[in-house]
């Protein structure tokens, strides 16, 4: 079994920045991918970025490629999530999410992920 527990989030303003942490416990994931999803009101939840086991290799959705940056500390079990000029279309719950027997073939669907965290709200305000 692997517990995800994602850092708070919050409230930020337009052009701001946040960075979410994803803290794993029960097993270790460092040779898991994991990926950050999100889902805001009244859509399906989105793949958002993901990352090798190794952290040699990253993915992000084409909404987030150059504003945020997604990296893991195995030594603390953990994967964060940099998010930079924040935009209102980023307000969503997000979620991490760890793959343990895939491989990461399939980081960019829901669905190619077992465990997932409770989720954490960022609120962007325009």
């Known amino acids: 079994q692997v517990q995800l527990v994602e850092s708070e989030g919050g409230l930020v303003q337009t052009g701001g920045s946040l960075r979410l942490s994803c803290a794993a416990s029960g097993r270790t994931i460092s040779y898991y991918a994991v990926g950050w999803f999100r889902q805001a009101p009244g859509k399906e939840r989105e793949f958002v970025a993901a990352i090798s086991g190794t952290g040699r290799s990253t993915y992000y959705a084409d909404p987030v490629k150059g504003r945020f940056t997604i990296s893991r500390d195995n030594a603390k079990n953990s994967v964060y999530l940099q998010m930079n000029s924040l935009k209102p279309e980023d307000t969503a719950v997000y979620y991490c999410?760890?793959?343990?027997?895939?491989?990461?073939?399939?980081?960019?669907?829901?669905?190619?992920?077992?465990?997932w965290g409770q989720g954490t709200q960022v609120t962007v305000s325009s």
């Open positions: 999410a760890a793959d343990t027997y895939r491989g990461g073939a399939y980081y960019y669907t829901a669905d190619g992920y077992d465990y």
